[in-house]
């Protein structure tokens, strides 16, 4: 079964600092990748996307994808409390389940004061 | 640009009724997704549907589920007979091809008394 694997949280980091969040997937031949921030109540909203091997920055937020190792990470500096969240990461597969996404199962950041 | 639009917000329904879920992809999107969330995991995919095909519908359950997308008019996804564990809340994802990023609507809290 495909999997894709959130680092556990919850992650708590003060207001300023870099939050990191990792995940990992199973399947080798999955194409396209994506972090998604949900509050709690509301709908996924997305932050990136990143196709190709290395570091795609938008902002404050920084996607970094490593195919080889199978793993994909968000980084968020100069963290806000407005950043509090649950955060989802979500890998498109590819191949015959080429619409579907399979997510994680989360990380909650909380950015305090 | 009105995103992905869905109805109702809230939905309440008695054991063994029917539930309808109505999603309007964002406007020239021809492809759209269904996925679940149950309380305290994370989103699962349900179906991927574009005009008039389902084109994945491996994560629907076997029984009492179905999705539809007609030509003209929103997708709608049919829940019969509805039991206490369908309670979740229902995203659609609409995006304009593959392998494009989807966006998601606000979703469809369904609660089954």
């Known amino acids: 079964q495909k999997e894709v694997e959130q680092n556990s949280g919850p992650l708590s980091v003060p207001e300023g600092a870099i939050a990191s969040l990792n995940c990992t997937y199973s399947?080798?031949?999955?194409?396209?990748f994506f972090w998604y921030r949900q509050y709690s109540g509301k709908s996924p909203e997305l932050i990136m996307s990143?196709?190709?091997?290395g570091d795609k920055e938008d902002g404050r937020f920084t996607a970094q994808l490593n195919k080889a190792s199978q793993y994909v990470s968000l980084l968020i500096r100069d963290s806000q409390p407005s950043d509090s969240a649950t955060y989802l990461c979500?890998?498109?597969?590819?191949?015959?389940?080429?619409?579907?996404?399979?997510f994680g199962q989360g990380t909650i950041l909380t950015v305090h004061p | 640009n009105a995103g992905v639009m869905q109805n109702p917000r809230h939905l309440v329904r008695r054991r063994g009724q029917e539930a309808r879920l109505r999603c309007s992809p964002v406007?020239?999107?021809?492809?759209v997704y269904w996925y679940r969330q149950l309380p305290e995991e994370g989103l699962k995919f349900m179906v991927y549907?574009?005009?008039?095909?389902?084109?994945?519908e491996s994560g629907m359950p076997k029984e009492r589920f179905s999705a539809e997308f007609p030509k003209e008019g929103p997708s709608i996804l049919r829940i019969q007979q509805v039991v206490r564990g369908d309670s979740a809340a229902y995203f659609c994802?609409?995006?304009?091809?593959?392998?494009?990023?989807?966006?998601f609507g606000p979703g469809t809290r369904l609660t089954v008394l």
């Open positions: 994802a609409s995006s304009p091809g593959f392998p494009d990023t989807q966006y």
């Open positions: 399947d080798r031949v999955s194409q396209s």
């Open positions: 990143i196709y190709s091997n």
């Open positions: 979500a890998v498109n597969e590819g191949g015959t389940s080429y619409g579907k996404l399979t």
């Open positions: 406007k020239g999107h021809s492809h």
């Open positions: 549907l574009q005009k008039e095909n389902i084109i994945d």
